[in-house]
């Protein structure tokens, strides 16, 4: 099997990750902050010592490590927990579904309006010109996509993030594919939150995620009930990370996630990046040498390990099949992005998506590009 769905979630993962998993579930298995014996303690340790490499990535506390299932459980925490009631509110045209749909259901709930700004094919002044013609008198929360899930199409989020902190607005980033892959640092984007998967750039498992918080920040709550801590209140704490954390966390998976950061940093996310952006470019370039194929931003190709293709003769779909007949798994559709699909004009249908990941190979790249020869040709 050729795995080439990386920007999905990784796959495989480093062994050092399935260890840590098994490892805790064995010996860590009592539930942690919620006992005073001996496998609480090891669960609470593990989930620790899982803020701490975040915290030692990401630049930021431990403390304001909040653990989530996923990078959408982060993102709505993050939107609904920061908005107030009614305002305006920009986003993206490259935004996942994961931060559009909370976005409009704060419009139906909370009142709010949004805009749209464009991502401006790259062009980093541009995007700051279009954010700005577009900010009203009660702006108060700007959210970005850090790197597009279909294409090379990333934003400048040091300078939108330094918009918004001259201008008092709430700023979110959404790091679902740059986590891993791209230098991060909380203390150069001026960023209120950050939201990340634990699954995709950070090698860890499926089931964890990140909220990274700016040390003065204080969401309101998303979801209440047992924190560990002050059981007598009838509210939740106002204090991080337990006030957004409601119930019991998953210790296998921040074991996990734990084992995936430190693996990263191991292998160095410049290493990574590299690596991804050579398979893609050598990809990219084969394609647009392909009778029948489009590649879609082709401009950008190289400039991160995504590519987005599509075939004259063969929907989305039916491509998909056809790889996937052959062992090659890909993603096709619209790959929860409508946005980013209109952006890039890749068609009603969407377009399929090839997303490599470390242990992807040249031999990975041949084999795809001899199916999608034959297929240009007509010969499958």
């Known amino acids: 099997m050729i795995y080439l769905d990386n920007a999905a979630t990784s796959y495989p993962k480093p062994r050092s990750v399935y260890n840590a998993v098994a490892k805790c579930m064995r010996r860590a298995g009592g539930n942690p902050g919620r006992g005073s014996h001996a496998l609480a303690d090891a669960a609470a340790e593990a989930v620790y010592r899982c803020r701490e490499a975040a915290g030692e990535m990401f630049g930021c506390e431990p403390e304001n490590v909040v653990l989530t299932f996923n990078a959408t459980h982060a993102l709505n925490l993050a939107i609904k927990g920061f908005a107030g009631r009614g305002g305006h509110i920009l986003i993206s045209d490259i935004e996942h579904n994961s931060v559009y749909r909370p976005v409009r259901a704060l419009c139906e709930t909370h009142g709010y309006r949004f805009d749209i700004y464009s991502s401006c094919g790259g062009r980093e002044d541009e995007v700051i010109e279009d954010i700005k013609s577009k900010l009203t008198p009660d702006t108060d929360m700007i959210i970005a996509n850090h790197a597009s899930n279909i294409c090379s199409l990333t934003l400048p989020i040091e ?32 960023a209120d939150a950050v939201c990340m998967p634990g699954h995709k750039g950070l090698y860890g498992p499926q089931g964890s995620g990140l909220l990274l918080l700016r040390g003065d920040s204080l969401p309101n709550t998303l979801i209440e009930g047992g924190s560990g801590i002050n059981s007598l209140d009838a509210f939740m704490p106002d204090i991080l990370p337990e006030r957004l954390e409601a119930g019991t966390l998953s210790a296998p998976c921040a074991a996990g996630l734990e084992a995936g950061i430190r693996w990263v940093n191991s292998v160095g996310v410049e290493a990574l990046h590299a690596h991804e952006c050579e398979l893609a470019s050598i990809l990219s370039d084969e394609l647009m040498n392909m009778e029948s194929i489009s590649v879609y931003a082709p401009h950008l190709s190289g400039s991160s390990g995504v590519v987005l293709f599509g075939s004259d ?33 890749s068609g009603e249908n969407g377009a399929v998506r090839v997303s490599f990941g470390y242990f992807n190979t040249m031999t990975d790249v041949r084999l795809l590009t001899d199916v999608l020869y034959k297929a240009s040709r007509g010969r499958i």
């Open 313 to 345: 003769n063969m929907l989305p779909s039916a491509l998909g099949e056809v790889l996937d007949g052959r062992g090659i798994c890909v993603r096709c559709g619209l790959h929860c992005s409508p946005l980013a699909h209109s952006a890039v004009r």
């Open 159 to 190: 300078r939108i993030g330094n918009l918004c902190r001259e201008r008092g607005i709430t700023f979110i980033v959404d790091a679902s594919q740059s986590a891993g892959h791209m230098k991060l640092d909380m203390r150069d984007i001026s």
